[in-house]
Structures are given as structure tokens and as C-alpha cells.
């Protein structure tokens, strides 16, 4: 009866700031179809890792509902899984017993865990370094392990908030190509936070753009690229079309944000 | 080597160190062999050393060291396995950061010295007495020491525990403790070292057996080469104590520098 994954309706976000009430979210309405991989893009401050927060069920929404096959949730659950931009793979465990420290939760054989595990760890080509520390991979494996682990134990919805904001151009787009490859084989919902326009439109089937403080879906843009995709089709009129598209949704709330008038 | 942020060779490091000590010891060497000061104020390192040896040959060295040894070892623990769970607890919830930490901080304040003539009204000048000056001069500096560091695990790190589903109580014994673990290891390193200086204050001042006590004796009977021995005794101890800690934080910790 219910043909959506995800629906927002409605959410609202409020801080307290001094004797200020700030809106940070307003009026956010969106929805996502099962396996769908959905981007959400907008200048930094619009609120777009608020909302991933309040989906993850991180921080309390002011107004609104939040509904994952139909059911309203409330706080935070392992129907959905957070990709964070920090690295939050924990220093004192390998990479394996990163993976399956998110497993525990699973009702699993501690057997099982280790080849689930595994099996994560191949899916994102760090096999090899399983029995690897933190501080021996660099920040775009460290990456890797965190989708891997996030995967592991089969949420709902995957939210993966700026996941390659902190890594170099070139690893960046690596990892783009990763997780597209990984979402086109073992298709599941994704939000994708980004404020990377070539990126969304790479990894994404819909981009959502965001307006400024207080945020909510100014427009949304279909990208109907065929997959499987590749770097190669950066180059492609359609790419180019689509991309155009997105910067110019996104560039009346830049200037804004920058301090231009809006229709400069 | 004297550029900012340059660096410098393992060698030049050790020789530089080494020759600073070098220096200083050929120095007091010069001193005392032309008697530009009295023996009676600073002996020559030989006179120095040629004690100390003798300390040591009658095992009077020995059991001076073990008494103290003895007493900073359960002062130092009972002070760290209060302060540890404390500290983690206020640093991880805010209301019992409200209830202790403005209390611990004012008790910080109070110079510890002054509790010396109270704690030999309440306890004597026996172990006792010793154990609780250690304790009033480090548990309340650990608790704010651990407080920062159980503050400094990433928030991240805790929401990542609530995706998962986990209760506040697992988070903080799975996430928060091994977390904060390698500060924690750390701050009860440098509480060691003030732990040294209170234990030989509540030694200087009223006690029967111990370094500090020995130190004491030896001003009554101007024997300077014993007072100077013995302060370099409680020096190398202290290193010891520290390298110690250090060594062991390198094993329990090896994660953090495995890729390093």
C-alpha cells in the first residue's frame, strides 16, 4: 500500500541559539522508492547533514514525520545505516573487527560475523588488509571499511553523509566508481549528502537540491544515465546537460549564501 | 637543527643530551677540585657516588627505597582506581559533571601542603599518613586530567554506537573506555611523577623510614653528600617510573602507531 522506502513529510528542525530560535529545516518533504539511490545537494550550512542527522534519528525533529516502509521511526535503529564524513572506524580494532563490531547487534554466530565480515571487506577490495589498524590505511580505505561495515549488517537505508568530503580529487573519484559499482550489483536506498555537483550527478538516480537556511527540496532533477557508469561519461552532452542543470539550481543559493543578491 | 619545525639525527640528539649532562657534571667536578665551594655545601660527585655505594653495600639504600616504593605504589593505585571510573563518568555524563567536577576543581586549589599537619592529626606519621597526602595530591588532578580525556572521544564515534542500536551503558563501556584508554594511560603517567614529589614532601616532614626521611637525618648531621645522593636517587626513580609507563603504553596501545 506503501510504494515508498523513505517519506519525509513536512520536517522541521529548530535550534536554540542564545534567545534565538534558528530554522534550520523547514517544510522538507521528500520521498525514496526501494533501492534507490538518491542525492542530496546544497551550499554548506543549508542543512542537508541536519536532515541526514535527523534520519538517522540522531537528533529529534521539531516538526514532521519520518516514515521507513510506511512506519513512523523515532530515534535512532539499525534499519538505518550512517556513513560518516569523519572517520569513525575505531582505532583499536582491525579493519575486520571494525566490520564485525557492527554485527554484533545481529543475532550471529560469532563465526558467522568473521565471514560476513570478510565477505564486506572483499566487497570493498580491502580483503587483504583485514588484519589491518586504522592507522595503517589511508583515509580513502579507512572510507572503504566504513562502507563495508555499514553494509554489513543490512540496513534498511543506507545515509551517507559528504562520505569522501575529506579525501584528495583523485581517491574521490575512485571511490565514486566504488560505490556506484557496489550500489549497481547489490542495489539498496541510499541518501547521498554532497555539495560536490559532478558527484551527485555521477552516483545518483535523482538529485535533490537544497535551498539555503531554512533548508528544504527546492528541486529535484531526474538523471536518467544508463549504468552501468563510468568516469568515461563525464565527458558525454548528457553529463554535461544534466550537471549544467544542478550547478544552476544550485548557484542561485550559493550567491545567496555568499552574500549576492539572489537573481544577480 | 635550530630552524623552526627543522629536524635533527638521532645522533646529534643523543650527543647534544649527553653532552649537556657531560657539561654540567664537569662543572660541579671543577667546583668543588678547585674548592671554589665547601665540601659542606656541595661535595665533589666522587664523594657523592662513594655514598651512595656505601648506602648500597649496607642495604640501607634498599630498604629506604622500598619503604617509599611501597608507599607511592598503593597511594598512586588507590587515587588512579578512584579516579578512573569517576573521571570517565563525569566526562561522559553531564550531570554528574555538574554534581563533582566543581568540587574537584576547588579541592584542586587547596595546596596540598597544608594538609600535611591534618593528616598527621588524623592519621599519625605512619604509612597512612603518606598514603593520603598521595592521594589528596593526585586523585583530584587525575579526575579532571581523565575528564578530558573521556571528552576527547570523537561525538561521532558515540552516534556511531546509536546507529547501531546501542544502549548508553554499552556504548560507554565499548566505545567510550577503550576510546579514551590511551589518554587515560597517559594523564596517570604524568600524575605519577607529582605522586613522587608528595610522597618525599610527607616524608621531609614527619615519617621514620623512607628517602625523604633519610634526606631529613642527613641535613641534622650536615652530610650534604647523602642529602645530594639520595635526590639523585629519587630522580632516577622517577624516570624509571616514567620510561616504564611509557613502554608499557607503547605495548598496551600498539595500534595507534602501527602505521607510523
Known amino acids: 500500500m506503501n510504494r515508498f522506502k523513505v517519506e519525509v513529510r513536512e520536517l522541521g528542525k529548530d535550534f536554540q541559539a542564545r534567545q534565538q530560535i534558528l530554522t534550520a529545516l523547514e517544510g522538507v518533504n521528500l520521498a525514496l522508492s526501494e533501492n534507490e539511490f538518491v542525492s542530496l545537494i546544497g551550499t554548506s550550512g543549508c542543512g542537508k547533514s541536519t536532515l541526514l542527522s535527523v534520519l538517522a534519528g540522531l537528533q529529534e525533529p521539531t516538526r514532521g514525520t519520518i516514515l521507513l516502509d510506511g512506519a513512523p521511526v523515532e530515534g535512532p535503529g539499525r534499519d538505518r545505516g550512517l556513513v560518516f564524513q569523519s572517520y569513525t572506524l575505531f582505532p583499536w580494532l582491525t579493519a575486520q573487527a571494525n566490520v564485525e563490531f557492527a554485527l554484533r547487534g545481529n543475532d550471529m554466530a560469532k563465526r558467522e560475523r568473521g565471514r560476513v565480515a570478510r565477505d564486506h571487506l572483499r566487497l570493498v577490495g580491502l580483503e587483504k588488509f583485514a588484519s589491518a589498524y586504522p592507522s595503517e590505511l589511508s583515509g580513502g580505505m579507512k572510507q572503504r571499511v566504513a562502507i563495508a561495515r555499514a553494509l554489513s549488517y543490512r540496513p534498511e537505508v543506507l545515509l551517507m553523509d559528504e562520505p569522501f568530503g575529506a579525501l584528495d580529487a583523485l581517491t574521490r573519484k575512485v571511490m565514486q566508481e566504488l560505490l556506484t559499482s557496489i550500489w549497481e550489483q547489490h542495489r539498496i536506498t541510499v541518501l547521498f549528502v554532497s555539495h560536490d555537483v559532478e558527484e551527485a550527478v555521477f552516483v545518483s538516480e535523482r538529485v535533490l537540491v537544497m535551498t539555503n537556511r531554512p533548508g528544504k527540496i527546492k528541486e529535484e532533477i531526474e538523471i536518467g544515465l544508463p549504468r552501468p557508469r563510468s568516469h568515461d561519461m563525464l565527458s558525454t552532452p548528457e553529463f554535461a546537460e544534466l550537471y549544467g542543470r544542478v550547478l544552476e539550481s544550485i548557484r542561485g543559493e550559493s550567491l545567496e549564501s555568499a552574500g549576492f543578491a539572489a537573481n544577480a | ?260
Open chain 2, 1 to 260: 637543527m635550530l630552524r623552526i619545525g627543522g629536524s635533527i639525527e638521532t645522533h646529534w640528539f643523543l650527543g647534544i643530551a649527553v653532552a649537556v649532562f657531560a657539561a654540567l657534571l664537569g662543572l660541579w667536578y671543577l667546583a668543588t677540585g678547585i674548592a671554589l665551594v665547601q665540601p659542606l655545601f656541595l661535595p665533589s660527585p666522587s664523594t657523592v657516588v662513594d655514598t651512595l655505594i656505601d648506602q648500597a653495600k649496607s642495604g640501607q639504600l634498599w630498604s629506604d627505597a622500598k619503604v617509599s616504593i611501597f608507599r607511592i605504589m598503593v597511594g598512586f593505585a588507590v587515587a588512579s582506581a578512584m579516579a578512573i571510573p569517576i573521571g570517565v563518568l563525569i566526562g561522559t555524563y553531564r550531570f554528574w559533571e555538574a554534581a563533582i567536577e566543581p568540587l574537584v576543581d576547588f579541592i584542586r586549589y587547596m595546596p596540598v601542603v597544608a594538609f600535611v599537619p591534618l593528616t598527621i592529626l588524623w592519621s599519625g606519621t605512619g604509612d597512612m599518613q603518606k598514603f593520603l597526602i598521595i592521594w589528596i595530591g593526585t586523585f583530584f588532578q587525575q579526575v579532571l586530567l581523565i575528564m578530558d580525556n573521556t571528552k576527547r572521544v570523537p561525538l561521532d564515534f558515540v552516534d556511531f554506537g546509536r546507529t547501531l542500536g546501542m544502549k548508553d551503558q554499552s556504548i560507554l563501556a565499548r566505545i567510550i573506555v577503550p576510546s579514551a584508554a590511551p589518554g587515560i594511560w597517559d594523564s596517570m603517567r604524568i600524575s605519577l611523577g607529582w605522586a613522587w614529589t608528595w610522597l618525599v614532601l610527607a616524608e621531609l616532614v614527619a615519617a621514620t623510614s623512607g628517602l625523604g626521611y633519610r634526606i631529613t637525618t642527613a641535613q641534622r648531621f650536615f652530610e650534604t653528600d647523602l642529602i645530594i645522593g639520595y635526590i639523585l636517587v629519587l630522580g632516577a626513580l622517577g624516570l624509571f617510573f616514567d620510561q616504564t609507563m611509557k613502554f608499557l603504553s607503547r605495548r598496551f596501545f600498539k595500534y595507534e602507531e602501527a602505521g607510523r
